[in-house]
């Protein structure tokens, strides 16, 4: 196991590689969530800060933890030969559309349809450890099924899906929207 301060160079390129990684939040009370992320959904901005874009999902657990304790761990592991499982620890926060920062953020991203947060992490803790119990997988493809089934919500659709299953946390905490 490795500390840095800060994403280094050569972790940077590793996370620019991945394909999948996971996203942990916990508030004071309730459950804890963990969950797998895809698609060109995140950027290193800095050595100490990355940001992710959430599209439109089942729940919103993410937003609602941080309204209460602001803390995020985002896991990558190498499903490859070379072995790797990094950790980035830090403060976390949620940006909305409605947020000055939206467009610029999401500007960062391809376009995805049913966006609906930006979480943005300021990193305290990188830390490496080495994966050696983390099996060896071949990626395929990304899947297109969010960006189909938001395309064919359409806009209002989305809205009505946003109100009535992420607007608060399985745990009933609100989460922003």
């Excluded at 972790?11 to 060109?40: C, H």
């Excluded at 940001?51 to 919103?60: A, E, I, M, P, Q």
């Excluded at 993410?62 to 990094?86: G, K, N, Q, W, Y």
């Excluded at 899906?161 to 399985?170: A, M, P, R």
Aim: net charge negative.
């Amino acid at each position: 196991m490795q500390q840095y301060s800060e994403i280094t160079e050569r972790l940077q390129s590793f996370i620019e590689a991945q394909q999948l990684f996971f996203v942990a939040t916990a508030a004071r009370e309730g459950r804890v969530n963990v969950s797998p992320k895809g698609l060109d959904s995140l950027r290193v901005v800095s050595p100490t800060r990355a940001v992710w874009l959430n599209g439109t999902g089942s729940g919103n657990e993410t937003a609602a933890h941080l309204r209460d304790v602001p803390r995020m761990t985002l896991m990558f592991c190498s499903f490859v030969r070379e072995p790797l499982i990094l950790r980035l620890y830090g403060t976390a926060r949620a940006v909305h559309e409605r947020d000055p920062e939206w467009t610029e953020l999401t500007g960062l991203f391809p376009p995805l349809q049913g966006a609906r947060n930006v979480f943005v992490l300021d990193i305290d803790l990188v830390q490496t450890s080495c994966g050696y119990g983390v099996p060896e997988f071949e990626f395929v493809q990304q899947r297109a099924l969010m960006d189909n089934w938001a395309t064919k919500k359409g806009p209002d659709g989305l809205a009505a899906y946003q109100q009535e299953h992420n607007l608060v946390s399985i745990d009933g905490f609100p989460t922003g929207l």
